[in-house]
């Protein structure tokens, strides 16, 4: 049996970032930038008012106060989006939005509840100092910094400084294109009746679900019978659409094993045992003129999940340019005492639980057990040579909670 740290790699040694294209801003959200971002203009690119009131020359309104205001004219009135026709003189004003460039002549802006609010002539009753209210142009962002560097992953804060610099196309690893592919001549469409001896396709839900939590771009195929033909057609039909396969079941050792009769014949792609519970068998390796990576994952739903946590995530967010492909793993408590095979890496659901520690879920270790699963969010890693976590023993948990 292999070792999952082993297979892990060799998975992983065939898996390459994904090469860089320019993508729309609204589709890079997500993706990792393939290079360094430098601003075009300063930001902000003009002083601007940083409140609604009246652009005015400080030194008009240095007497100010509640009981002597003092009176302006005001000559224009600037929106955000226009700018004054006029420059602001000894005597006036011109009323301003937040947003809108500075009037020439102007050096400080009197917000609007410090006024009467005037449109002809305006009351000011208070002072402000020489550059109050001015955003100044560039006191954010110079002309030419980089904004962001290559290898940052584009979250809804990196967006709105592309979007502010300009950047319409951004050049960016793109998201990893995945086919699941479910087979299972047991199987139906979640919803459909179903009769004795048939159940529902969890994993090609599971599995793009788990994909898209990935950052990949993940959509299902089938589920596919346990016939052969069928099952090739499948997998060839997916050759030029994806950059990554995932099937699910038919990879054990039964007699309608499809999915390893298949592609055992195709010679790249090679079946292993490795040790790991639940999740034992697994295959990988690369089909078609375009060698597509193709991971075929066992059908056990949660055998199908731990199995991706430990062999695809990382290969997705490697093909998106992440240089993290792990979970964060954590050590805890374990408050109830659980049993592993010897010489298996167990991966048991478990839940934190709030005082800290934790603890298994679900009506056993089963790999068919998905009521656990649903209410997990760790694995508990029960090592190859340990047998026993007793209750009270420290152990290494995967946070399967978001990050
Ligand atoms: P297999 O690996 O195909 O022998 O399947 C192992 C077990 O997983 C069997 O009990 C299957 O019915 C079950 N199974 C396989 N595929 C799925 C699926 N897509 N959704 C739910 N259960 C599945
Ligand atoms: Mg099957």
């Not at 890079?28 to 601007?48: E, I, M, Q, R, T």
């Not at 960016?172 to 086919?179: F, G, I, L, N, T």
């Not at 009769?261 to 292993?272: D, Y």
């Not at 492909?325 to 010897?342: D, G, M």
Request: one cysteine or more; glycine letters at 10%; charged letters at 20%.
């Amino acid at each position: 049996m292999e070792t999952v740290d082993d297979y892990r790699d060799r998975i992983l040694s065939g898996i390459h970032v994904l090469d860089p294209l320019e993508l729309p801003l609204s589709s890079a959200h997500g993706c990792v930038l393939a290079k360094d971002v430098a601003a075009p203009w300063p930001l902000p690119s003009f002083d601007n008012s940083s409140m609604d009131g009246y652009a005015v020359r400080a030194a008009d309104v240095a007497s100010a106060t509640d009981e002597s205001p003092v009176t302006l004219t005001v000559i224009d009135d600037v929106p955000a989006g226009y700018r004054a026709t006029e420059a602001v003189r000894e005597g006036t004003a011109v009323r301003i939005m937040t947003g809108a460039p500075m009037p020439d002549g102007a050096d400080a802006v009197v917000p609007v509840e410090r006024t009467d609010g005037g449109t002809d002539t305006v009351s000011i009753t208070a002072s402000v100092d020489a550059g109050a209210y001015i955003r100044r142009a560039a006191e954010d962002v110079a002309s030419g910094d980089i904004v962001l560097s290559a290898g940052t992953l584009i979250g809804a804060r990196q967006v709105a400084i592309l979007a502010a610099v300009g950047c319409g196309l951004v050049y960016v690893h793109p998201r990893p294109r995945v086919a699941v592919i479910s087979t299972g001549s047991e199987l139906v469409e979640p919803g459909l009746p179903l009769r004795h001896g048939l159940i529902s396709d969890s994993n090609s839900y599971l599995l793009v679900a788990a994909c898209k939590e990935a950052g990949a771009d993940a959509y299902r195929v089938g589920p596919i019978v346990d016939d052969d033909r069928q099952f090739l057609a499948a997998v060839e039909d997916q050759l030029h659409r994806c950059d990554l396969i995932l099937t699910s079941g038919g990879v054990s050792m039964g007699a309608y094993d499809t999915v390893k009769a298949v592609l055992s014949q195709l010679g790249s792609v090679e079946f292993t045992k490795v040790a790991m519970q639940p999740g034992m068998p697994q295959g990988h390796g690369y089909v078609g003129e375009e060698e597509v990576p193709i991971i075929t994952l066992p059908g056990n739903p949660v055998s199908s999940y731990v199995s991706f946590e430990n062999f695809v995530r990382p290969a997705i967010r490697r093909m998106r340019g992440l240089s993290q492909l792990h979970r964060p793993v954590r050590a805890e408590t374990c408050t109830v005492t659980l049993s592993s095979p010897a010489g298996k890496r167990q991966f048991a659901r478990g839940r934190f639980l709030p005082g800290g520690g934790v603890s298994p879920v679900g009506a056993g270790q089963g790999s068919h057990v998905l009521g656990g699963l649903a209410v997990s969010d760790a694995l508990i890693v029960v090592p190859e040579d340990t047998t026993t976590v007793n209750a009270g023993d420290n152990v290494t948990v995967i946070d399967l909670r978001d990050e």
